[in-house]
């Protein structure tokens, strides 16, 4: 498998659920990140997860939630989301070291009403 | 931290002819520079990368070439086609944050045919 997957790719959700973004990948890559991307904008990177442990935190809000439950998945809650929080956002992946490629998965389009 | 700086916004060249996408960063440090092909909504692909011991790279009809002192990179296609058409983003590797990939702002190109 040489491709990063995310799930769902659609979500639309009001301001008061709670809902979790997945990524996988199985190609032994030990560091995912978490971007988010606004419309006609570049990736801005959320998180760094290297070897399981959060490395980065761009100072996301808490209403932000980033998970990795072993070296192939990583997850995103999300709780009391805002109408601007909708956006595309992007998982990826690379071997770990900083000069590695990053692999972007297609992206989960969501929706805040 | 890094800083990246892209140019031009949009660019539109007739089938055939080249294309010249250039970039700037701030962090001399910096020693990774990757350019990614995003299609509309589709995900960022990385279509060629150079590393700092290295001033060009090629592949087919596309070629990187980065001039350290000068703190630019820029990328190149040659013998343009309808499909190259998408948005160009270039990025930077933030030193102070490992594995922390800094974009530039993006470039709209258009093949007309």
């Known amino acids: 498998d040489t491709e990063v997957t995310q799930t769902p790719k659609h979500l639309v959700m009001g301001m008061t659920n709670k809902k979790s973004l997945k990524c996988e990948q199985h190609m032994g890559h030990r560091a995912m990140y978490w971007y988010k991307q606004k419309a006609k904008k570049p990736p801005e990177l959320m998180f760094v997860?290297?070897?399981?442990?959060?490395?980065i935190n761009e100072s996301v809000p808490s209403r932000f939630s980033p998970e990795c439950p072993n070296s192939s998945l990583l997850n995103l809650h999300l709780h009391a989301l805002q109408p601007e929080d909708s956006a595309l956002y992007l998982c990826a992946s690379s071997l770990g070291q900083n000069t590695d490629t990053q692999y972007f998965g297609p992206g989960t389009r969501l929706t805040v009403l | 931290g890094e800083n990246v700086e892209q140019h031009p916004s949009t660019l539109s060249v007739q089938e055939g002819d080249s294309a010249v996408i250039k970039c700037t960063y701030s962090d001399s440090a910096s020693n990774y520079f990757p350019w990614y092909k995003q299609e509309l909504g589709k995900r960022p692909q990385l279509i060629i990368d150079?590393?700092?011991?290295?001033g060009e790279k090629k592949d087919q009809r596309i070629a990187v070439t980065l001039n350290k002192t000068a703190k630019h990179f820029s990328l190149h296609i040659t013998e343009t086609q309808p499909e190259d058409s998408a948005v160009y983003f270039c990025?930077?590797?933030?030193?102070?944050?490992?594995?922390?990939?800094?974009f530039g702002q993006g470039t709209r190109l258009t093949i007309n045919p």
């Open positions: 990025a930077a590797v933030d030193r102070q944050g490992a594995q922390k990939l800094v």
């Open positions: 997860y290297s070897y399981e442990k959060l490395s």
């Open positions: 150079i590393r700092s011991n290295v």
